[in-house]
């Protein structure tokens, strides 16, 4: 009888030693697990960077992208990247995933060292030092630096944009003082100023007629290139590094210079000319034969879609002379011959283009 009862009894517990085991086992598991989770949530968080390259060309145009990740795990949510030197490096986006995040550099035409800082909630705050090179190279060979070129079709625009509106705008205000006062100034007011950053302390100063949208030039503002305020080449030749220190650019350019060195051809049709586009002229026996208008198209002042050119007469006689308006038609009809931008006219050299815009267009 003893044994009726006692075998059944010791297979039980057999049984149930097996099972306390197995929650044993279990438990455990979940101990750790749980230990590591407190562990990753209380230990110290890092921003890993992966591949980052160190030098970049400043040419303008080139972009990176690499990925940011947690060290722990954690969320990178609220993740803030900045630069110290945007001239240098823009940040164009950040994107987000978890733990993880893409970060897409533009970078500009100023060389130099540029520190990007980043921040996100919870981590201790990450730096990077990237270092752009001079880019001394002119695929054209006109003696304008790539990095002064506009790569970009919506910089292109803008430039275009801002370059007419503030010729026109000129017009309005019959010109600044003691700065404009023939038609090569004109053009150089409106070349610098178009390749400005467009802020609030940019547009009182300005005292356009209107306020205006063009758009932004990202590639790089004036004068944050390393050719500083010398925007226009003087000197014939294509661009080298010596050209940065040599005298070969100037902040001044008188008309002859600009068509010369500073522009190029495009037609001596009319009808190939878009807003932003130049007309030169060469009158022969005037103490300044060279004379350059502005092709505008349509104003962005006034409504109508008639085509106007502006320009600045220079000095007539004792009179310091004033900007004039006409419509392409009213130029073209021209009561002296000589001024009227047709191929038949010999003292029309034809529409000319900024080398800035060469190559792209």
């Known amino acids: 009888m003893g044994g009726w009862v006692l075998r059944p009894f010791a297979g039980a517990a057999k049984g149930w030693g097996k099972r306390w085991l197995v929650v044993l086992a279990v438990a455990a598991i979940v101990a750790v697990l749980g230990a590591f989770r407190v562990h990753r949530a209380f230990a110290p968080a890092v921003l890993l960077v992966d591949s980052a ?55 500009g035409v100023l060389p130099g060292k540029t520190k990007l800082q980043f921040v996100a909630p919870g981590f201790d705050p990450r730096q990077l030092t990237l270092y752009t090179t001079l880019d001394v190279s002119d695929s054209v060979g006109d003696g304008t630096p790539d990095f002064l070129r506009l790569h970009d079709a919506a910089d292109r625009g803008a430039f275009r944009r801002w370059f007419t509106l503030l010729a026109e705008a000129e017009y309005y205000r019959g010109g600044t003082p003691g700065e404009i006062e023939d038609c090569a100034a004109l053009l150089r007011y409106a070349y610098r100023e178009a390749l400005r950053q467009h802020d609030s302390v940019w547009a009182k100063a300005a005292t356009l007629p209107t306020a205006p949208w063009a758009g932004e030039i990202r590639q790089y503002q004036y004068p944050y290139t390393r050719l500083g305020a ?6 014939e030749g294509s661009f080298t590094a010596d050209d940065l220190k040599n005298g070969a650019f100037a902040q001044f350019a008188d008309a002859k210079t600009l068509w010369h060195y500073n522009s190029y051809s495009v037609a001596r049709d009319i009808s190939r000319a878009l807003p932003g586009d130049l007309l030169f ?26 085509p106007l050119v502006v320009y600045h007469t220079g000095a007539i006689g004792k009179s310091p002379g004033e900007i004039r ?24 050299l034809g529409v000319y283009r900024w080398n800035i815009l060469r190559g792209a267009e």
């Open 325 to 348: 308006r006409p419509t392409l038609t009213q130029l073209m009809t021209f009561p002296d011959p000589r001024w009227r931008p047709v191929a038949s006219n010999p003292s029309f």
């Open 230 to 235: 010398g925007l226009f080449r003087i000197r």
């Open 281 to 306: 002229f060469r009158q022969e026996g005037q103490q300044h034969p060279f004379h350059a208008m502005i092709f505008v198209g349509p104003s962005q002042f006034e409504s109508g879609h008639e």
């Open 53 to 107: 390259p160190s030098a970049l060309p400043a040419d303008g145009f080139s972009s990176i992208e690499f990925k940011l990740h947690s060290s722990t795990g954690r969320d990178l949510r609220g993740l803030q990247v900045t630069v110290d030197e945007p001239h240098r490096v823009a940040v164009d986006s950040v994107v987000v995933r978890g733990e993880s995040a893409v970060v897409s550099l533009r970078i």
